[in-house]
């Protein structure tokens, strides 16, 4: 099966008489049989759009059974992975199974995740409302992550079938009046994409006054749901009493914030200054008098100074800027990685659809080959040749380039580096010399308590913030000996706990150091 991967057929008529051969292999109970012809078939149709559905329906129940009979719960979970992969390019195929997605009680909780994550991509018109039942039933789980992840899949679920809306704001509201706080949490937080896309006030206004009567009681902790109240009453602020009051009771400690929330507080109070100006103005001048004297964060300090000339020099066209009409959102980028897909359908039946990454992410040389491996082989003879060549002429006049530098010990850093935020995107835009790694996190870290791990290695944090679903971290260090030169890092970290270290330097010492910064995040990452 695994040479049939690697061979054309001559013909459409070929190629079908390979799949009638293989077919009856998908009646058996071998998974690793059965997973081999899933990939032969795919591979062999994928040119032929129609033949690929129909593919796809011819898979269904195989590995339905496969995935209910087996024994092994990694193996259903690896099995279930693969659904996943299908489903995101064919949803339809498994619409009217959705029932057999439901998790037990007993499953571990990576196994509840996936089978969500189906459900959500299965949900349609004609069973929304089972799957999104099943999702509210969740809730409520014991393991916190199982919880959340379904209150997010109820929301992508209501972004993506419009009649299911009204439904899914009844179970948030009613998540809202319970003494859980992760629950509450999340559901704040998922309520930010709900209201990016639902913008009627006569269906959202409930719900504005369920925020302000949970936060009156016990208030939310966690950033994430901090930021996402602080949107609300930016975006909603006009048709909440309370709202200029709720955002002058989060800064009197706001030097001391994360850099997420204090920009999300800025941008929150411009656009609540437009709506509600003589209660806003000295809120809004305590919040730019301390952001425009904090040097700490340059996002913050420049998005303060922005806003600031704005309002000095049109206050109409800062809120033509600010809080201009915006377009009613459809669909978001993060559910919609159509280029990843296809390249995990290329590797199907590997290691890559669990790790939902192309293997280049995770494997260093990925497309090493036979032919690569000759070469490097060669390579090194060539270089013990020339090694035993300049042992010869050890002594003898020679030129400066036949000579092999020596060692100058172990990088050492400097404890104190010197480097401002100008010099370090000038440096950052110049350097072209660089090193990327791919990051697995065990769990998405505290970034305070991560970035002082760091600094017990000299690696120091010149600014942090968050784009969507990512958050950057741009860090630096620099070589004891060689106070003119720097390393510079840009830390990317996903939703999903994945991440990527760009590394960029003007010292040649760059490998040593990129060996230092993984030993400083060794304690963080699987691989």
């Not at 719960?73 to 949803?91: A, D, F, G, N």
């Not at 196994?111 to 809730?139: G, Q, R, S």
């Not at 401002?420 to 350097?431: D, H, I, M, R």
Request: glycine share 4%; charged share 25%; proline share 4%.
């Amino acid at each position: 099966l695994q040479l049939i991967l690697k061979y054309t057929p001559k013909d459409e008529e070929e190629m079908f008489d390979i799949m009638n051969l293989i077919e009856e292999r998908l009646l058996g109970s071998n998974s690793s049989v059965i997973m081999t012809c899933a990939s032969v078939f795919l591979h062999l149709t994928q040119n032929l759009p129609t033949v690929h559905k129909q593919v796809f329906d011819r898979l269904k129940d195989p590995l339905l059974t496969l995935m209910s009979a087996n024994t092994c719960i990694e193996t259903s979970y690896v099995i279930l992975c693969h659904i996943k992969l299908l489903v995101q390019r064919e949803p339809r195929v498994f619409q009217k199974n959705h029932r057999d997605f439901y998790c037990r009680y007993n499953e571990p909780s990576y196994v509840k995740c996936v089978k969500m994550d189906i459900l959500t991509e299965i949900a349609c018109d004609a069973n929304w409302a089972d799957v999104v039942a099943e999702l509210a039933a969740y809730a409520g789980d014991v393991n916190n992550s199982v919880g959340r992840l379904a209150i997010a899949s109820m929301c992508r679920v209501a972004l993506k079938i419009d009649t299911a809306a009204r439904v899914v704001l009844d179970h948030y509201l009613e998540f809202m009046s319970l003494d859980v706080e992760h629950v509450r949490g999340k559901t704040l937080a998922c309520m930010k994409d709900f209201l990016r896309k639902y913008r009627d006030i006569k269906l959202t206004k409930p719900f504005l006054d369920a925020i302000v009567t949970s936060f009156q009681e016990t208030s939310f902790e966690d950033e994430e749901s901090r930021g996402a109240l602080i949107w609300v009453l930016g975006e909603f602020g006009e048709h909440i009493e309370d709202s200029p009051y709720l955002i002058e009771g989060m800064i009197e400690d706001f030097n001391s914030l994360a850099p997420m929330l204090r920009t999300e507080i800025l941008t929150s109070s411009v656009k609540l200054f437009f709506k509600r100006a003589p209660e806003m103005q000295p809120i809004l001048g305590h919040i730019m008098n301390q952001a425009i004297n904090d040097f700490s964060h340059a996002d913050v300090h420049d998005r303060a100074l922005l806003y600031y000339r704005l309002l000095r020099t049109d206050k109409k066209a800062a809120q033509a800027i600010v809080c201009g009409e915006k377009d009613i959102v459809q669909s978001f980028i993060e559910y919609n990685d159509s280029d990843t897909n296809d390249k995990l359908f290329e590797e199907f039946n590997t290691v890559s659809i669990v790790y939902a990454m192309p293997s280049s992410h995770f494997i260093r040389g990925a497309s090493f080959s036979e032919s690569d491996e000759d070469e490097e082989e060669e390579s090194e003879e060539d270089e013990e040749s020339d090694e035993e060549e300049a042992g010869l002429l050890q002594g003898a006049a020679s030129t400066p380039t036949s000579a092999k530098p020596t060692s100058a010990g172990p990088l050492k850093l400097h404890d104190d580096p010197n480097i401002e935020p100008p010099e370090f995107q000038k440096k950052w835009g110049q350097l072209t010399t660089s090193e990327t790694l791919q990051l697995r996190f065990k769990s998405i870290p505290s970034l305070e308590k991560f970035e002082e791990h760091l600094e017990e290695f000299n690696i120091f944090t010149m600014a942090e913030g968050k784009q969507g679903g990512t958050t950057k971290v741009y860090l630096y260090g620099q070589p004891a000996e060689n106070e003119n030169a720097h390393f510079l890092i840009e830390l990317l970290i996903q939703a999903t706990a994945t991440g990527q270290a760009t590394i960029r330097s003007d010292d040649k010492r760059l490998k040593e150091f990129v060996a230092v910064f993984k030993k400083a995040i060794s304690g963080y990452c699987t691989s």
